[in-house]
């Protein structure tokens, strides 16, 4: 069975008048409606003290990246500091290595002259021995002459 127009207009009065008598109704609708916004601003606020937090830990994470910054270029300045120390040393060692070179020619030209002298000294002595032997061969000689 279908319902008239008329019926459905009539329901329609019927449920508008019922709920007009019912304040409670409409009074909880407007106290969730409330709610609702009071929730909305709440987690607004929320929202934007949050925006603010982030903001400023972005601003502290920005100093300390700026701080670590500084902090690398000291340690670079260090360690280019280092390279040049290093450097020095490594022409010490050349400077070094330069004199052991020369020291070491300079023995070598001892160490030749000590050859020299030894030769020279073993010459000398078997001259002298020689000399020992034709002075005394003579001496004897003479002896036995006389």
């Known amino acids: 069975m279908a319902l008239a127009q008329e019926d459905i207009e009539q329901?329609?009065?019927?449920i508008k008048k019922a709920l007009s008598e019912m304040p409670e109704t409409l009074n909880a609708n407007m106290r969730y409606e409330l709610d609702l916004r009071e929730r909305t601003i709440r987690v607004e606020e929320e929202l934007k003290h949050q925006r603010e937090l982030m903001i400023e830990g972005f601003k502290q994470m920005e100093k300390r990246f700026e701080q670590v910054d500084k902090r690398f270029e000291q340690?670079?300045?260090?360690?280019e500091q280092i390279d040049k120390r290093f450097e020095q040393v490594e022409k010490r060692f050349e400077q070094i290595d330069k004199r052991f070179e020369q020291v070491e020619k300079r023995l070598e030209q001892i160490d030749k002259r000590f050859e020299q002298l030894t030769s020279r000294i073993d010459h000398f002595m078997v001259?002298?021995?020689?000399?020992?032997?034709?002075?005394?061969g003579l001496i004897v000689a003479a002896v036995k002459f006389l």
């Open 11 to 14: 329901i329609q009065w019927y």
């Open 75 to 79: 340690v670079e300045k260090r360690l």
């Open 127 to 136: 001259w002298s021995f020689a000399t020992t032997l034709t002075v005394g």
